[in-house]
């Protein structure tokens, strides 16, 4: 079993930046794809960005391309999402989440074995 736990988020005004983090426990996730989704109130979970076991490949949504960074330090167990530039759009409660099976990480939020609790990040106009 992994447990995920986010934290970094709050509340920000536009364009400033916050850093996720997203701390695991139970196993390794040093095999793990990683990703973080989020889910506005009334919207869908959508994807937001994924990184691979070791951290050589990142991916990354449409809306959040060039603005947002993942990162992993596989010692300390922890995976990050740099977000910059924030808009009021990316307001939303944001997911960690890890898959043992798809070891690049996916897209898809089927494809995760574990979830965190998720962390509020709010961005004023």
């Known amino acids: 079993q992994v447990q995920l736990v986010e934290s970094g988020g709050g509340l920000v005004q536009a364009g400033g930046s916050l850093r996720l983090s997203c701390a695991a426990s139970g196993r390794t996730i040093s095999s793990a794809g990683m990703g973080w989704f989020r889910q506005a109130p009334g919207k869908e979970r959508e994807f937001v960005s994924a990184?691979?076991?070791?951290?050589?490949?990142?991916y990354y949504a449409h809306s959040v391309k060039g603005r947002f960074t993942v990162a992993r330090d596989n010692i300390k167990n922890t995976v990050y999402l740099q977000m910059s530039s924030l808009k009021p759009e990316d307001t939303a409660v944001y997911y960690c989440?890890?898959?043992?099976?798809?070891?690049?990480?996916?897209?898809?939020?089927?494809?995760?074995?574990?979830w965190g609790q998720g962390t509020q990040v709010t961005v004023s106009s």
């Open positions: 989440a890890a898959t043992t099976a798809f070891h690049d990480g996916s897209y898809k939020a089927d494809d995760y074995d574990y």
């Open positions: 990184i691979n076991w070791n951290g050589a490949n990142t």
